[in-house]
């Protein structure tokens, strides 16, 4: 039930519309008995029971309650026979159609205003919902997006904010509306005869019963549905990422029997998912068919014997019954749409309720520069205390010094660079900025004075001048120029067709390795950040191309505080001090002359890349 609460307050916002379309529905339910309720006079002139009379006696009310719906009846009888005799039963007739028609034009026109606000409310929360994921998106830390596959995720977005939207939006004002057609409706039937109502009634509960034991497992059908549209998801977003292994590998094979397994969970989950649901329908209306059978029998029953009904009484009977009916398959379809919208639900809702690990505390120490030193205090990482990743660091950076770290793939340097980012968290130890644990500083303020420019370029599907423009806001196309210079990129530029305006594609693949580069380097150089994070900047690129980045690095490092992730030794042998790593520990430190003069790890890694 808390998960319904919860998506309530989404719709809070929006509940103008819900009480403007319940009011319309309404207005509807009381038109479309009221539709039938000026039928009964016509079937009247029809079955002869309104005629011709040359003496009326008025009805008079007696003053009970009870009574005063049979004296409405009676009256409105009384005031037709009247005109009957005055104006001719043919055109009472016309008159009585006339004004059926416009009781039924004007139930159809609530019914459409109801309908209508209801796709503003539905919208409008559907919005807020995929707002609310986005920004949460965006709020989590990156530990969580590597437990998770992006494909999923999309799925989540997408296929299940449009289920919750289908079926639990789709159903609340039918949950809160049909319940009042049913009494409203429910109430005249008794109005017109009670024992027939009661006898109708008995079918009810079966139906409901039947409807119930279909929908319970309608949840768990929709949410292994939902799962494996997921992991389709992430299938079809890492085929399109790795489309040139795909085929140089020859695995298509592979990966179409890997999507066929998958699509062919999907496919029985759906079906099984589609034959539950489809089966509330027909059962309903084979229920219903068989009330009609039961009601006539006793309906012709009471005509034809007790004489305790009239034939259009029963007819209208019939008719309102049958209006009854409706609101019964839309309030079980509701019940099992929610049910089946549940397992969607829940899959939002773990995006909405997923911990943000990297959190403030209150009142964070505000920070705006580096004006001293980065130190790491005996600093330890791990996932498990069994699988250490880095244990004992020690280190200190002071301002305008740049500290690289080297050493073997799976040595630790990168996870220092994610902890210093505060991507993680530190499992022991701290990291300091002039004397203050990060932890306590202001989040979004401590990563204001950061610049980052990793691997792996990570550029937008928009035009260059909008990327570079990311690293400041409101910047200048002077700043973007002068950013794009010192990073070597403003000559290679101006030579695409647009300049500057020109669209780089998805992942920037408009554009070579090293030009991306040089845009990601340009964005951080916009940035100008105190402290500067390079994560193996210029490893995947070309000799021309690591050429040119390791000019823009070096020009853009000048006077500022760097920490450098290096693989290729070439390029950090001006660092004032260089770390090297094995196994999560510092096993060698000092400058590039004096690890080569110890002829240790270093001077070996140096000897392994033809350095000399």
Known sequence: MNLYRRILRFAAPHQKYIYASLFFNVLYSLFQIASLGTILPVLGMLFGTIKMEDKLVE????????????????????????????????????????????????????????????????????????????????????????????????????NDVGEVENNILGSLVDLINSPFMLISTLVTLFYLSPQLTLFSLIVLPIMGTLISLIGKSLKKDSHEAQNELGNIFSIVDETLKSTKIIKIFNADKLLSNRFSGSMTKWINNSVSLGRKKELASPTSEFLGALTFLMITWYGGKEII???????????????????????????????????????????????????????????????????????????????????????????EIKKGQTVALVGQSGSGKTTIANLLTRFYDVSEGSINIDGVNIKNLNLKQYRSILGMVTQESVLFNDTVFNNIAMGKENATREEIIEAAKIANAHNFIESLPEGYDTNIGDDGNKLSGGQKQRVSIARAVLKNPPIMILDEATSALDTESERFVQDALEKMMKNRTSLVIAHRLSTIQKANHIVVMEKGEIVEQGSHHDLMEKNGVYRKLVELQNFE
């Open 305 to 395: 014997v007790n004489q305790s009904i009239r034939p259009e009484d029963f007819l209208v009977f019939l008719g309102i019954f049958f209006q009854i009916l409706p609101p019964i398959k839309s309030l079980s379809s509701s019940i099992s749409n929610v049910q089946k919208g549940e397992g969607s639900l829940v899959r939002v809702m773990d995006i909405l309720d997923a911990d943000v690990k990297v959190d403030e505390i209150p009142n964070p120490v505000p920070i705006s520069e580096l004006k001293d030193k980065i130190t790491f205090e005996n600093v330890g990482f791990y996932y498990n205390q069994e699988h250490l990743i880095l244990k004992n660091f020690n280190l």
């Open 59 to 158: 009805p008079i009310y007696d003053g009970h309650i009870s009574h005063y719906f049979n004296y409405l009846k009676e009256y409105s009888y009384y005031y037709i026979q009247s005109q009957v005799n005055e104006k001719g039963a043919l055109t009472v007739l016309a008159w009585l159609c006339l004004i059926t028609g416009f009781m039924f034009l004007l139930r159809n026109i609530f019914r459409y205003l109801g309908a209508y606000l209801l796709i503003f409310y539905r919208v409008g929360v559907t919005k807020d919902l995929r707002s609310a994921m986005y920004n949460k998106i965006l709020a989590l830390p990156v530990s969580f997006f590597t437990e998770q596959r992006k494909g999923d995720l999309m799925s989540r977005m997408s």
